[in-house]
């Protein structure tokens, strides 16, 4: 995967800069409630400025196909941004044309500058090439820094990177040297371990891991349906039955790529999904009763998935192994990511892992500091996991 860096730029003074970010931020009564998007791409946008450039940003918030909607407009997140980088930052109600070529003139080299929400226009999400040719038309280079929105091939994520010298941000360049060496180039043996709720929503994912990893560690609720699959009485469980059939069709393709499936085989119980239930206990897979539901693995099981960790170069993490929300059924998580930080911390594993319950999962447990490198890119990140090709990656190389 080869990419042009900042690290390739000559001299910038006085040049304009398009920089695509990720500024989709969450929001309550009308204030920013996350910054985590905007310390991500801060690094980028400071060195920008700090070389001379008059730096535009430029970004999508919300949904509003193409119609300019007050309440996704990215005023709305200009303050937020400016606490963030420490620097004034104007707003510039237009993405292109004179508005937008006025306001470069007002901004002196080493200026920042958000324009508009960039969906406010249809051309955005339809890629439209003229659309950003008329971006283009007021700037000298573009850099992509939203990983985020990599699986998107809009006008500013894939399109401007055809019509102007296209560079990754620093936090594309990380995620991207992440990714590589998680699955791209990874030392071996590989562990990958995902879990969540259904498969059906991992299906590609899953599909695509058994053909690239050595250990594939399956957790959460679509453990279940794996263990149905192979005749195991699961009780009241989250479990997708229908898809038994499909779950036999991975563990298949796991044996037939030397890929080992580990699924648990001593599990927590209980009769209600309640924080602390009376009715929690702890047994093995073939002792589930009828009226009990499987809400984590038991401990057992998680040092026996600690002890493939610790035989394994390179870790892939999406989604927690239990319900972790509700104590205790967040044991085997923590337990299990304690595990991965204890041994990346070492230097004997490269972790990486990514998806907004995964991040959420290693926080809680505390460790999400020790991994190697934490994408808080959701859809891009699955995508990735599934082998697809990212167009506002691919438009980079070269």
């Given at each position: ?199 059906s929503s991992k299906l590609d994912v899953l ?69 602390n239930p009376p009715s929690l206990r702890v ?112 438009a980079l190389e070269g």
């Amino acid at each position: 995967m080869r990419f042009k860096t900042l690290d390739d730029l000559g001299d910038i003074t006085g040049k304009v800069v398009l920089v695509r970010v990720d500024l989709n931020l969450p929001m309550q009564d009308c204030a920013v409630t996350d910054l985590t998007r905007v310390h991500a791409s801060a690094p980028t946008i400071l060195e920008l400025a700090d070389k001379g450039a008059k730096v535009l940003l430029l970004a999508h918030f919300g949904r509003p196909k193409g119609e300019r909607v007050s309440t996704q407009s990215l005023s709305m997140v200009v303050g937020a941004v400016q606490g963030v980088l420490g620097r004034e930052v104007m707003f510039v109600p237009e993405i292109a044309g004179p508005v937008v070529a006025q306001s470069i003139g007002i901004l002196r080299a080493g200026d920042i500058a958000i324009l508009e929400n960039t969906r406010f226009w249809k051309g955005e999400e339809k890629n439209d090439p003229e659309l950003a040719k008329a971006i283009a038309a007021n700037a000298d280079l573009y850099v992509n820094d939203a990983f985020s929105a990599a699986h998107r091939a809009h006008a500013t994520t894939e399109g401007l990177a055809h019509v102007l010298p296209a560079y990754a941000g620093r936090s594309m360049e990380a995620e991207l040297k992440a990714l590589e060496a998680a699955l791209g180039n990874p030392a071996r043996p590989v562990a990958a371990v995902v879990g969540g709720a259904k498969v059906s929503s991992k299906l590609d994912v899953l599909k695509h891991l058994v053909t690239q990893v050595d250990h594939l560690i399956i957790g959460g609720g679509m453990a279940n349906t794996f263990l149905a699959a192979r005749g195991i009485d699961v009780g009241k469980s989250l479990c997708e039955h229908d898809l038994a059939a499909t779950a036999e069709e991975i563990m298949d393709a796991a044996d037939a790529s030397g890929c080992t499936v580990h699924l648990p085989y001593e599990v927590v119980v209980s009769k209600e999904f309640a924080a602390n239930p009376p009715s929690l206990r702890v047994c093995n897979v073939h002792e589930v009763a009828a009226d009990e539901m499987i809400l984590d693995v038991g401990a057992s099981a998680v040092e026996a998935l600690a002890d493939v960790l610790k035989t394994c170069r390179t870790l892939v993490w999406n989604g927690p192994m239990g319900a972790f929300e509700t104590v205790p059924f967040d044991a085997a998580t923590v337990a299990l990511a304690k595990t991965a930080a204890a041994l990346t911390r070492e230097g004997s594993l490269v972790s990486v892992a990514g998806g907004g319950d995964t991040v959420s999962a290693l926080n809680h447990a505390g460790v999400a500091g020790d991994f190697t490198y934490i994408s808080t890119a959701g859809g891009a990140f699955l995508e990735w996991m599934e082998g697809r090709e990212l167009p506002g990656v691919k438009a980079l190389e070269g």
